[in-house]
């Protein structure tokens, strides 16, 4: 039974920082994709980041060169580190794992993030 738990959701103010964090269990982490998406009410999950197992990332037009996703095949644990937030990235984030070679998607229970003054 794969599962994933998030952690380093919270309140912060724009132009700050957080640092999210999902610790896999029950699968073989090192040969999946990993991912972060975010969802606000009313709208559909989108895409934040993405990184393989060789650690080759993609990210949202809408954050790059602002978040970082990185992987710890070690840890099992995949993070992603927000740097200049805005008030639009408030959204909840969900932890995505995709299993290798089969394509099966798992998530993790979502971590709220607010940006705000």
């Known amino acids: 039974q794969v599962r994933l738990v998030e952690s380093g959701g919270g309140l912060v103010q724009p132009g700050g920082s957080l640092r999210l964090s999902c610790a896999a269990s029950?699968?073989?982490?090192?040969?999946?994709?990993m991912g972060w998406y975010r969802q606000t009410p009313g709208n559909q999950r989108e895409l934040v980041a993405i990184?393989?197992?060789?650690?080759?990332?993609n990210y949202a037009d809408s954050v790059k060169g602002r978040f970082t996703i990185s992987r710890d095949n070690a840890k099992n644990t995949v993070y992603l580190q927000m740097d200049s937030l805005k008030p639009d990235d408030t959204a909840i984030y969900y932890c995505?794992?995709?299993?290798?070679?089969?394509?099966?998607?798992?998530w993790g229970q979502g971590t709220q993030v607010t940006v705000s003054s």
């Open positions: 995505n794992e995709r299993t290798w070679p089969t394509g099966v998607d798992f």
């Open positions: 029950g699968s073989i982490f090192g040969m999946n994709v």
């Open positions: 990184i393989s197992s060789n650690g080759n990332t």
